[in-house]
């Protein structure tokens, strides 16, 4: 509601000057609001580019102390770890995912002994980037089954734990898998161990880019519209993140991010959490090419930010994190 009256009230008096502007400026961006993702693969002194994330590279476990660096100098607060798992090693069952000297563990094992605790680590806890047929959980009789891709999720979760993953964040969308997290955790006296919650995570067009980074876009049968949610809905996303909080998730995430910023406004207001958001690769590659091409110039990449932040998020996972000095102007 607008008190006041024109031509007393000009609300444009307060934007006369940049000094101005800025004393009234509602929201405002710095890199304590973001966490960097870095995709990992196998090998040694590799830095492999991704031709549909311009600017995205994927590297090898002995590469990633100058990528930690760097973002501990930027003040970064923490980075999640995606892994391009070789396809000899996936199986229907995921089963790479427990194995403590894959690449998720072997680089959280890293990070730890060269940075200890400067910056958070953050795990993805899905299947989709061990499994043959991509999918983020089990499958019998062509359906993708519930309780049984739990029971593998807690055990994912465990290891990554004892090797030292700070915030563990299931992505996989399985209905109850929040509260079996939490009891597991806690009953290996990994109480500490915080769960941020992919609650509201859409069968979305714009992952691709990211399925490409981490291998499994080839591999993908299907959809995965039976588990992750419709995009036509919004009062289902408070339902599940209201379930996700009673079951113990300590933050919650919202994915993709700026087609659904009406989602994270509704969450932050609704349970007053932390609310994250997720730029997602498509999001990435589209404002980055568009930039390329000079269709749109790059201080879009800040406004597409501060647009995160205006709707509620304390937190926003982009790939343009580790770039975050030179867009903060």
């Given at each position: 509601m607008i008190?006041?009256k ?6 444009r ?10 004393l009234i ?9 973001f ?22 590279y ?31 090693l ?6 790479e ?11 959280i ?18 299947l ?6 991509g ?10 089954i ?23 964040a ?8 929040i509260?079996k997290i ?27 880019p ?11 049968k ?21 379930l ?21 406004k ?8 932390p ?6 690769s ?7 090419n568009?930039i ?6 790059e ?15 304390s937190a ?14």
């Open positions: 008190i006041g024109y031509p007393n009230l000009r609300l008096r307060n934007r006369k000057y940049s000094w101005s502007r800025k400026q509602e929201n405002t961006l710095s890199p304590s609001d966490i960097l993702p870095i995709f990992l693969i196998d090998g040694s002194n590799k830095k492999e580019s991704i031709k549909s994330m311009p600017g995205v994927r590297y090898t476990i002995n590469r990633l102390s100058q990528i930690i660096d760097r973002a501990i100098k930027k003040e970064i607060p923490m980075v999640a770890l995606f892994p391009k798992t070789k396809n000899n996936k199986n229907e069952i995921g089963s995912s427990l194995n403590e000297n894959n690449l998720v563990c072997k680089a094992i890293e990070i730890k002994k060269k940075f200890k605790n400067q910056i958070g680590i953050m795990c993805d806890v899905a989709d980037p061990y499994t043959s047929h999918h983020d959980g089990l499958i019998k009789s062509n359906q993708i519930n309780d049984e891709t739990i029971e593998v999720l807690v055990n994912q979760s465990l290891l990554q734990a004892e090797m030292g993953c700070d915030v563990l299931p992505s996989d969308m399985m209905d109850g898998r509260g939490r009891k597991a955790l806690d009953k290996s006296k990994f109480q500490n161990v915080q769960i941020l919650s992919y609650a509201a995570k859409y069968a979305s067009s714009f992952y691709g990211f399925r490409d980074a981490v291998g499994s876009k080839g591999s993908l299907g959809d995965k519209k039976t588990y992750q949610m419709d995009f036509r809905n919004s009062d289902e996303a408070i339902r599940e993140v209201a996700d909080i009673k079951e113990g998730a300590d933050m919650v995430m919202v994915k993709p991010g700026m087609p659904y910023l009406d989602i994270i509704s969450i932050k207001e609704k349970f007053k959490i609310v994250f958001a997720y730029q997602v498509g999001e990435y590659s589209l404002i980055s568009a390329q091409k000079k269709l749109i110039n201080d879009a990449v800040f406004e597409s930010l501060v647009a995160f932040k205006r709707a509620g998020a926003i996972v982009s790939y343009y994190a580790d770039r975050i000095d030179k867009i903060i102007k």
